[in-house]
């Protein structure tokens, strides 16, 4: 079927078995398929006649993984690594309930999606059935269920419930109504999202002023930004208002690289940040934040800022999400920022003249806080401030020092690169070691939901997001046992455009360090050594096992060849697991 054919909402006049009158199923794909490009799931019983329609109908394109958890994973990898909303699908019942974990991260990190599953039919429930709406509903995500005469309607509303509220949203066909005919597709108008959220009341303009007056006059002002900041289309802003004030930048783990001038930026904020950049952050006298949650981690569990430091946030979100905030603005970040940019600029057009004599208040006074500010800048050494130990080639136990293999690492990972993230102690080395240059290059599925198991079906979506670019997994070895069904589908999809990291410390981590470490058995916190190597041999990756600085050669020479001619590369970095990340340690000592 032709593009321009598909546009119309039209079915084609003819299929390979000859002309067929579209069912509810293929009205569902046909609309979808005009906003969504990519599918990822697993075929079953209950959305057979849906991908007969995706695969036979439209122009979107199917990847099959191969557990229904990773249908959910990959569609919200795709939305992290591009901001292009894609679709999952599973069958009804069991198909469904192995979607949960992945539903509830992508209802955790405000990811839009549909979820399309079959669902029981309208008689009622079979024995195999379970209340999917239920299930949906108690991780936070929305059902909406199709009929015969509403289907193509039905999906343009959960399409657009799915990007204004910015949640994954289930789309459920029942049974007995699949494969019922439902006439030519109808028009359906397109998804209505709201414009960005615009400062509202003289509060806010307020607020607003004030914010401006307190930068314009600190003398060592901070802006820390998120993804938020990120999805919003802030970047361009935030950097003017960085420049405007001489401010200092940094960044949640999430929002890595969305200042674009990073001689001035710090990093990330919390335990992924190095302990010269965290010191620089308490001598702020002002900061603001952008799109930020301000949670525990990202606050370094209330210690990010000094007691004397004014803090402002500004965020989609109804109240400031921090006690420490003390003046919030409800706001898209981007048009806050460019509000804040014109404040300041129209505060240094309306500055007395030189050797006039201002009173205290006055924009005078307050832009030559600007003076201070670049100042500071200038006396700060930004390169030493997010140094990270180097750590040593071997740790004292004879395995790898995961801070050293993380170093070298970085500096043989292509350039143009994205990196997906699983759970588990491992994070840091990646978040901590390995740069990326924007928000939509380093993700982390799974954090948000507190899970693991969710690295190798993140390869999948993030390589249909960015074909040409080279997508790095790092994860640990109990995610990536997790996981193991979609080693095959990261495989499949990436081919030599992808590769993964394995830490593999034969243990669950993170539980050795909080709990091991209490006296607690660690026998169940340990894992048999697996090889991973071998494991991405036996679906047609290359692997390595990495027990010295020295195998990291191979890397080398793999990012200099054709990502044509290369295979997938499983790295199996045989890691101690007595070297304990900055961020766990954090966490340990609260728990303590």
């Keep these: 079927m032709t593009r321009e054919r598909r546009d119309t909402y039209g079915p084609p006049p003819f299929l390979s078995k000859g002309f067929r009158m579209p069912t509810v199923s293929a009205h569902v794909a046909l609309t979808l398929a005009q906003h969504i490009d990519h599918v990822f799931g697993v075929m079953g019983n209950g959305n057979a006649y849906f991908l007969d329609a995706i695969e036979t109908q439209t122009d979107a394109t199917f990847t099959a993984v191969r557990h229904e958890q990773g249908s959910v994973v990959a569609a919200d990898a795709h939305f992290r690594a591009s901001g292009r909303i894609a679709a999952a699908t599973t069958t009804y019942g069991a198909g469904f309930t192995n979607t949960i974990t992945s539903l509830a991260e992508a209802v955790q990190a405000h990811v839009p999606l549909v979820l399309v599953v079959g669902d029981e039919p309208t008689s009622g429930p079979r024995p195999w059935d379970v209340d999917q709406i239920a299930l949906a509903s108690a991780v936070g995500a929305r059902t909406y269920t199709t009929g015969r005469a509403d289907a193509a309607a039905t999906t343009v509303i959960a399409i657009e419930h799915a990007l204004t509220y910015r949640v994954p949203v289930v789309l459920a066909i029942p049974y007995d109504v699949a494969a019922l005919e439902a006439g030519p597709v109808p028009e359906a108008p397109a998804p209505r999202i709201p414009a960005p959220l615009a400062p509202r009341g003289e509060f806010a303009g307020g607020m607003l002023d004030e914010i401006a007056a307190a930068l314009a006059g600190a003398e060592r002002p901070f802006l820390l930004a998120g993804r938020g900041a990120w999805l919003a289309g802030a970047s361009e802003a935030l950097g003017a208002l960085a420049d405007a004030t001489g401010a200092l930048t940094a960044s949640s783990a999430l929002g890595r690289g969305v200042f674009p001038d990073n001689r001035y930026d710090l990093g990330v904020t919390g335990g992924f940040g190095a302990d010269g950049a965290m010191e620089l952050v308490r001598q702020a006298d002002v900061a603001v934040v952008f799109g930020a949650s301000l949670n525990q981690f990202t606050m370094r569990f209330g210690e990010l800022f000094a007691p004397g430091t004014r803090v402002f946030q500004i965020d989609v979100a109804p109240t400031a999400t921090h006690p420490h905030v003390g003046g919030f603005v409800r706001a898209d970040a981007r048009v806050a920022a460019e509000a804040l940019v014109e404040r ?40 030493a401030a997010r140094a990270y130990p180097d750590g040593e080639e071997l740790a004292p136990d004879g395995r790898l020092d995961p801070r050293s293999a993380a170093r070298r690492v970085a500096e043989l990972l292509p350039e143009d690169r994205v990196v997906v993230s699983d759970g588990g102690h491992f994070i840091g080395w990646a978040n901590m070691y390995w740069p990326v240059a924007a928000p939509d290059r380093m993700m982390m599925v799974g954090t948000a939901f507190q899970s693991i198991g969710q690295g190798w079906p993140s390869v999948v979506g993030a390589t249909r997001a960015r074909p040409e670019t080279t997508v790095v997994l790092t994860s640990g070895d109990g995610g990536g046992l997790m996981a193991i069904p979609d080693l095959e589908s990261a495989v499949r999809a990436a081919g030599g455009h992808g590769m993964a990291v394995i830490w593999n410390d034969a243990a669950y981590g993170a539980e050795v360090n909080l709990y091991g470490l209490k006296g607690l058995a660690e026998g169940p916190m340990l894992i048999p050594q697996v090889d991973f190597a071998a494991f991405g041999e036996a679906v047609g990756a290359e692997g390595v096992v990495v027990r010295t600085l020295d195998d990291l050669e191979r890397l080398a020479s793999w990012a200099s060849e054709d990502p044509a001619v290369r295979r997938f590369l499983v790295l199996d970095l045989r890691i101690s697991g007595k070297v304990i990340a900055p961020y766990q340690q954090e966490i340990i000592r609260v728990n303590s």
């Excluded at 009173?359 to 500010?373: E, F, Q």
Aim: proline fraction near 5%.
């Design 344 to 383: 300041l600029r129209n505060s240094g057009e309306s500055a007395p003249e030189a050797g006039d004599v201002p009173s205290a208040g006055t924009a005078a006074v307050r832009i030559s806080g600007v003076v201070a500010a670049e100042a500071w800048r200038e006396t700060v050494d930004i390169a």
